[in-house]
């Protein structure tokens, strides 16, 4: 299992300084796009709670990425909306960057709408990482 670097937090990074590996990010981002992936859960337990997840495409003027919402983040996933992610984190999926909070040790907020507009040409999450381990 790798080690994430923690990011001193502080003064918000932007959507193209997001880096693999790395967590403790805050970062102001507009949803561009909300897709609703999957509910899972046995409806025939009723303490069985439905987990709800959302992959999101939000950015700002320096480019775009997908962010895994999961259960109550996905109801603030909304089209236009601009949100303050804290504490966020970097997971990688099939070598390719996910933006997520996770829910314990961040939070997201919902802001005023930013100025900026967002670049939709630059999609972090299109970059294919590979995993090289070096040997010393």
Do not use: Y
């Not at 967590?23 to 949803?31: D, L, N, R």
């Not at 709670?49 to 909304?78: P, S, W």
């Not at 040790?105 to 381990?133: C, Q, R, Y």
């Amino acid at each position: 299992m790798s080690k994430q670097k923690q990011v001193p937090s502080g003064s918000p990074i932007r959507v193209v300084e997001l880096r693999p590996g790395t967590s403790g990010h805050m970062v102001i981002v507009k949803v561009v796009n909300v897709k609703a992936v999957q509910q899972r859960g046995r409806s025939d337990i009723p303490q069985q709670r439905q987990m709800k997840l959302a992959e999101c495409i939000v950015g700002d003027d320096t480019g775009v990425i997908i962010f895994v919402a999961r259960n109550e983040q996905v109801e603030l996933m909304q089209e236009g909306t601009t949100l303050v992610l804290h504490n966020a984190k970097i997971d990688m999926f099939r070598g390719s960057m996910r933006l997520a909070v996770d829910k314990w040790a961040g939070s997201i907020e919902v802001s005023e709408p930013a100025t900026f507009s967002v670049k939709k040409d630059n999609n972090l999450s299109l970059i294919e990482f590979e995993s090289i381990v070096v040997e010393e």
